[in-house]
């Protein structure tokens, strides 16, 4: 099961049993509310949407859905696959932190923070050319990028300059450090893709063994 929130910001944790202090990301997971249910018969997949977050203004189609649910409005809409939905997803009820427990791993995806156009040595970590022996003008140049007459052209996907960042990243493996179901927070150790109050998923991991062995 998934619960959507976003990233208030970086802090640290304090482990007083050893002293130990790590940094750590503070999440903040309102519940998510159950709006609606989607089936194999109907859809051709089976889901729940939730919905979350504070809503100022909303357009008729969101507003209508939220009114069919019979449940407050919310900023935003999203869609959680499940392998089968059962007696506790019904519609009106939340979905809280309270799912997770300290110790345990889970998943963060995100948006990552966008720094425009950017060459290849900072978006793809390229070497430099040599800062002298002759070399005035090119020391941040990409080099040769295709090939002589056969095929003559420049191969889809190679590695060049271009907008960076503001794409969706998954961080694996985070440890829950704490849990406060008062207000709705969540403290994960390390590090999580997006700025500051972006929208975050979190779940349960998928590959503990990794972390464990």
């Known amino acids: ?112 923070v966008g720094k425009g156009f950017a060459g290849c040595v900072k978006r793809h970590n390229f070497k430099t050319q040599d800062a002298t022996h002759g070399n005035s003008l090119a020391h941040r140049a990409p080099g040769s990028i295709g090939q002589c007459q056969d095929p003559g052209r420049v191969f889809k996907g190679k590695k060049m300059a271009g907008r960076m960042g503001g794409v969706n990243r998954t961080t694996r493996n985070l440890e829950v450090l704490h849990v406060d179901e008062a207000k709705n927070l969540i403290l994960v150790k390390g590090a999580v893709p997006g700025h500051k109050n972006g929208l975050v998923k979190i779940k349960a991991a998928k590959k503990i063994k990794r972390v464990e062995g």
């Open 1 to 112: 099961m998934n619960i959507y929130g976003k990233k208030v910001g970086m802090s640290r944790w304090i482990n007083h049993s050893n002293g130990e202090v790590v940094a750590a990301t503070v999440l903040q997971c309102d519940p998510n509310v159950i709006t609606s249910k989607r089936s194999t018969d109907t859809n051709g997949y089976i889901a729940i949407q939730v919905g979350f977050g504070k809503a100022k203004r909303l357009n008729k189609p969101k507003l209508g859905t939220f009114k069919a649910a019979g449940v407050q409005p919310r900023k935003y809409l999203r869609e959680i696959r499940l392998d089968s939905i059962d007696d506790s997803h019904e519609v009106g009820s939340d979905i809280s932190v309270k799912m997770f427990e300290t110790g345990q791993y889970v998943d963060v995806s995100g948006v990552t």
